[in-house]
Every structure is written in C-alpha cells, then in structure tokens.
C-alpha cells in the first residue's frame, strides 16, 4: 500500500452526529461504514436499524456523540408506511415470499375504523425475521431454517396513524408515530388481518427521531461528493440528540467539578433527564438527573472532548 493511500484512510477523532438519508437497499450498518469512511472518524455507532428496504432517517454518531446513541434507540420515532393490502408475505414486507392474495372489499369508513383501533397502547408479538436475539442466536436465522420461535408479545405506543393515501384501494399509506421498538411490518400485518384481507409492507420511511428530522439529513452520494471540511460542516453536536430535554447551566467551578463526577447541590426542579452546559455557550458537558436537589451525572464528556466541540463550534 502507498504511503498516499495510508493518509487518505487515516482516521482521527470527530465528533457529533451525521444525520443520514438512508438510501433503499443498503443495511445501516453499511451506510454506517461508508460515511465512517468518507468522515475517517476513528468511532461511530447507529441508532436504530433500519431495514434495508427502509429508507429514511438514520442518525449516526461519532466520537462524543456516541455517548448518547441510546437516547436516540429510546426516542419516539415517525414514519411513512406504504401497506399493500390483500397480500401476505413470508417476512411482513415485499422482501418475502408471497403466501397468499386476497380480494380488497373493505371500504375506505371501515379502514378508517381499524386503524384508528391501533392508536394508542397496544401488543404487538415481534416478527420472526427481526434482530431480536434467541439464546445468542438473532430470530431471523431461526427464520430462514424453517424454525418457529415462540416470542412473548410486548406492549408499544401508537401515538398517531394518519391515513395519508390509498391509492386504488389497495397501497394505503400511512403516517405513524410510535414508541419505540414498535415493528411497522407488524403492524401493517395486523391492521391487514384486522380488515380481514391480509397485508404486507410495501415500502417504509423513518422521518422523525426524537427531535431529528429527515429533512435536515443528507444522502450518501451528496455526502460523497463533498470535501472533507464540507462533510464535517453537516456534523450536529453531540447534544442535539438531546434537544427536547431541559438544559442547565453551571459556572465555571462547579462545571469542573460536575465533569469529574461529583453531585452538585442546584436549585432546580427534580428531572429524570437534563443536558447539561458549562458558562461558556455550546459548552455541552453531559447528562444527568436531578433528585431531591441533587444533579447527578449520567453520561459525560471529556475536558478534551468539550474542548474539541467548543473550537469546532
């Protein structure tokens, strides 16, 4: 290998958060790898498989930003799913094998109906080709060797399912807000068996994450084409996945302390989550909670990585 090669693949620290347009067919984690790449960020994670026949939101983090991937895999997200009624599949989805075809007759006042019977709490059993692991082993291994897996049914969310097309009564288009953890293939399954014709999921795309949103995210080939200092331009700060939590501000003595991982006494109000920021702006420090007059951290950076994130800002 060239020693003009070993430089262009030399990785170094970045930190924040990429958020990606996941294109149709690539798995997160190969969409990951190639802007890890493009970035040559020694550290990054995803937050959230997509499908690969998903496309959408994809939240990447790097370096600091990893530190918080787990609050964007706890948010809410949102999507755009296409249901194509009267067909059933091996998976759930238009990756499967069609099982069975069957005649549409209900009327667009009972789909109406049967969706809004989702909304709301509900069980859902995971589907067997998902990640969800069995004795070490992930479901859809099982799956493809023609062996059923009993899995306990869990409770989710639906906070919102919006009909927003139905197109010749057959590819009905819904937009979904969930809790996480919720299968949309299952779903769509489950509204299909509900209308008694069956359905599968024709295409499926995550528009919101917390309080990301796709349409400040960028494609693999726009990211491509840029230049290094470009792409690290599009980075977030580690704490935009925190942006609906309230923040909180420490001088400069008692920020130093909060870093090293002491409790401080504040006058704030008792809070399960808060950013926190020293005195300086964009001095971002970390996560924490706050009991009986108590913060306490939860997640911190390091002085370097405040640092970092402060001469980048």
Request: aromatic content about 4%.
């Amino acid at each position: 290998m060239t020693e003009a090669k070993k430089q262009r693949i030399q990785r170094r620290p970045v930190h924040g958060v990429l958020l990606l347009d996941k294109p149709l067919g690539l798995s997160s984690n190969d969409a990951l790898q190639k802007a890890k790449w493009l970035l040559r960020a020694e550290k990054g994670g995803h937050t959230g498989t997509l499908d690969p026949l998903a496309t959408g939101l994809l939240p990447l983090c790097f370096g600091a930003g990893t530190k918080f991937s787990q609050v964007s895999l706890d948010a809410d997200k949102a999507y755009l799913a296409t249901l194509n009624l009267g067909v059933t599949t091996t998976t759930g989805d238009a990756e499967g094998e069609v099982l069975e075809r069957r005649d549409v007759t209900a009327t667009r006042a009972q789909i109406d109906a049967v969706v809004a019977k989702f909304v709301g709490e509900i069980d859902q059993v995971p589907p067997m080709y998902s990640a969800l692991k069995h004795e070490g082993r992930p479901l859809y291994e099982y799956a493809r060797a023609g062996i059923h897996i009993e899995r306990p049914s869990r409770r989710v969310t639906i906070h919102r399912a919006d009909i927003v097309g139905f197109d010749n009564g057959l590819l009905l288009t819904l937009d979904i807000s969930c809790s996480k953890g919720t299968y949309i293939r299952t779903l769509a399954e489950d509204i299909g068996r509900e209308l008694g014709c069956g359905a599968s999921l024709a295409a499926l795309r995550r528009t919101k994450s917390g309080p990301l949103t796709v349409d400040r995210a960028v494609s693999l080939d726009a990211l491509a084409a840029m230049n290094e200092v470009e792409r690290e331009a599009l980075l977030h700060p580690p704490d935009s996945l925190l942006a609906d939590w309230p923040a909180l501000s420490l001088d400069g003595d008692e920020a130093a302390r909060f870093l090293t991982g002491l409790r401080r006494r504040v006058k704030a109000q008792d809070a399960e989550n808060v950013r926190v920021y020293g005195p300086q702006p964009k001095a971002f420090l970390g996560s924490a909670h706050i009991k009986s007059g108590e913060l306490i951290a939860d997640r911190l950076l390091s002085p370097q990585e405040v640092e970092s994130l402060l001469s980048a800002a």
